[in-house]
């Protein structure tokens, strides 16, 4: 059965930095793995989709890279900023039942 | 573009009673999911559909009834509800199946508390 961890839960830095989210899960047959921003009483909001056969996806400040071996992904946000503020989700989509399997969240704060 | 609705956004609801969650999307897309969503948890898979007339159980139906008579819509019936159902539910739909690389879209939510 696959499993989803997202590590840290939660996550404060000072405005400027560079970071890493991280996401890794149990099983390797994956079709994909995405990354999901939540922001506060709103829904999710697709940030990048990582195929199986690809190792990485960039969209503006955010690359997302996946490695299937190791059963491991990470979300880099370069230069952050206050409006990168929210709950970031991680997801990966089960070649077995081809359903998506949710990690818990990261919750990010940028502080100004 | 309203993309995928819910409705409604907040619902207070008694032990014992029911309610329909609506959900309708306008992107003419086949499949239909139903997430619920603790606090400091993932969304767990509720109930799916992959067309009219055909849906699945997810990973956390009990409790839970859904239908699907036209491609835009997929409401989610609480029967009898209890306090384990108090959630924020999402409904989000995709051109194809969702696991397989298709991007999701999310509808914004409806926060339920049973009392």
């Known amino acids: 059965k696959q499993e989803v961890t997202q590590i840290p839960a939660a996550l404060s830095v000072p405005e400027g930095e560079n970071l890493v989210l991280n996401c890794s899960f149990t099983d390797s047959a994956i079709y994909n793995l995405q990354w999901f921003r939540q922001d506060p009483g709103k829904g999710l909001t697709s940030l990048l989709l990582i195929q199986s056969s690809q190792r990485e996806q960039t969209s503006g400040r955010l690359n997302a890279s996946l490695d299937k071996s190791s059963g491991r992904s990470t979300l880099y946000i370069a230069a952050s900023q206050p409006g990168d503020s929210a709950t970031y989700l991680c997801a990966a989509g089960s070649s077995n039942t081809g359903k998506l399997i949710f990690g818990q969240g990261t919750t990010l704060q940028v502080k100004p | 573009n309203a993309g995928v609705t819910q409705t409604p956004k907040f619902r207070i609801l008694k032990i014992g009673q029911s309610m329909t969650l609506q959900c309708t999307q306008d992107m003419n897309h086949n499949y239909m999911y139903w997430y619920r969503q603790d606090p400091g948890m993932g969304l767990k898979l509720i109930y799916y559909s992959v067309g009219a007339g055909i849906t699945d159980k997810g990973e956390v139906p009990n409790g839970y009834n859904v239908s699907r008579s036209t491609t835009e819509d997929f409401p989610l019936r609480l029967e009898l509800a209890a306090p384990s159902q108090t959630s924020v539910y999402f409904c989000?739909?995709?051109?194809?199946?969702?696991?397989?690389?298709?991007?999701?879209?999310f509808g914004q939510g409806t926060r339920l508390t049973v009392v």
């Open positions: 989000a739909s995709s051109y194809s199946f969702v696991g397989v690389g298709t991007e999701a879209f």
